[in-house]
């Protein structure tokens, strides 16, 4: 791995975004009490990879609580950067 970019959102605008989500996507697995398992699994086996990931790569990490603009001019500046290097 070369490069990873890393998504983060504050978990509370995690829940809110999902639970948003489960009035229009038909999900029955878009609920509180899943969205808790969810965060949990992900904060004990995807964040300790973090660790390994910052020490072997480029790492960027991209806070999605921003607009979808936002996010997409950050990406769009990392993954120029990147082409950049590899080209």
């Known amino acids: ?3 990873t970019m890393f998504f983060t959102c504050d978990e509370k ?3 809110e975004r999902l639970l948003k989500r489960a009035k229009t ?4 697995d878009d ?4 969205i808790k398992k969810r965060l ?3 904060r004990d086996s995807t964040l300790p990879v973090l660790k390994t990931l910052r020490a072997v790569c480029s ?3 991209i806070d999605c609580a921003h607009s979808i603009e936002k996010v997409y001019e950050k990406v769009s500046k990392i993954v120029g950067g990147v082409r950049k290097v590899y080209a």
């Open 1 to 3: 791995v070369a490069t």
């Open 13 to 15: 605008i995690m829940v």
């Open 25 to 28: 996507s038909g999900r029955s």
């Open 31 to 34: 609920n509180a009490e899943t």
């Open 40 to 42: 949990k699994t992900y």
């Open 59 to 61: 790492f960027y990490e």
